[in-house]
């Protein structure tokens, strides 16, 4: 059967709507945005034969909307196809709100954190894949790959950094008790101000969710790739997490910087594809910004056995490495 979002629209109430496109993200997946009179709705179109599986995003929709969370309502579905109609949250984005007053970072911050507060008092839903310590070792291969052989790979390097990183993962990260949804961060959350309490922050883009430590979903939010949040900030919300779960703070700390790491050179990784493989050349501006959460992490003690290696082995991120990664955009196959 031949896709198409005419068809699929013509199966429900919304086939006479306007169309226009939103801006999507670093996936295959595309996003419209639907009006008919004073109504709104969201196309999402994730084309099966690159990849894309909606499947996991209305099964995840389910369980957080279950807890009194804020994804969007599926209004209708064609699985096979890849197209979903969601329920339009609008365009209060965390990162434009603080971007336009920075007055409001603290209490949107305590809303997002709320939300995960929330989320953990639940386990994780029966089968969710867990993000465990040997699964997030091998997604920092692109770290080396990329970021480190712009296109060559590095297995060597990989493997020995992999055994010292592992033992470190399964002594402070092993843990796979809740729900992760992994791209939590200032641009995948919608302020809802008609909504009370965690159901205020609109949730997108959670897919890929695991089931994985407490912390990980913290430092996604609080070391933000796209954005800068002030170290008082990123320690006040960690604050207010602990004093509203309880969890044991040296413990918790540590587990956090060592998610940080992992995240930040597996994203080191990432962004740096984008742009050499996928031409996206204005992810290399982030680089920058995602080396300081490597220093930043790695001055815990627990990732002191890891600084000497990362230190010898990595270029840093300064703007002339970035401009050598920007010249080669577009230009270097899949290893």
Known sequence: ????????????????????????????RRYERLHMGDSSAVLMDAPPDRGEDVRPFVQIAGHLNALGLSAPAILAADPENGFLLLEDFGDALLARLVADDPAVQIPLYTAATDVLITLHRSPAPAGV???????????????????????????????????????????????????????????????????????????????????????????????????????????????????ETGIERDSFTAAYATLGLQRNLRILGVLTRLCLHGGKAHYVDFLPRVWGYVL????????????????????????????????????????
């Open 1 to 28: 059967m031949t896709r198409s979002i005419p068809a699929f629209l013509a199966t429900t109430d919304w086939a006479d709507a306007t169309r226009r496109p939103l801006a999507g993200d670093a996936s295959n």
């Open 129 to 243: 894949e867990a993000f465990t310590p040997t699964v997030m070792s091998d997604l920092i291969a692109p770290l080396w790959d990329w970021y480190l052989g712009q296109g060559t790979v590095q297995p060597q390097l990989q493997k020995q950094f992999s055994t010292l990183f592992l033992p470190i993962l399964q002594q402070y990260a092993n843990n796979t008790s809740v729900m992760i949804l992994r791209d939590y961060h200032a641009e995948n959350l919608i302020h809802l101000p008609d909504r009370a309490g965690a159901a205020q922050m609109g949730l997108l883009d959670f897919q890929d969710a695991k089931a994985g430590h407490v912390a990980y979903d913290l430092v996604s939010l609080l070391q933000d790739a796209r954005r800068d949040v002030a170290p008082e900030v990123e320690a006040q919300m960690i604050d207010h997490y602990l004093s």
């Open 296 to 335: 930043r992490d790695l001055d815990h003690p627990a990732l002191a056995p890891l600084a000497p290696f990362l230190i010898q082995n990595l270029p840093a991120a300064t703007p002339e490495y970035c401009a050598t990664l920007k010249a080669k955009a577009g230009t270097c196959p899949t290893p």
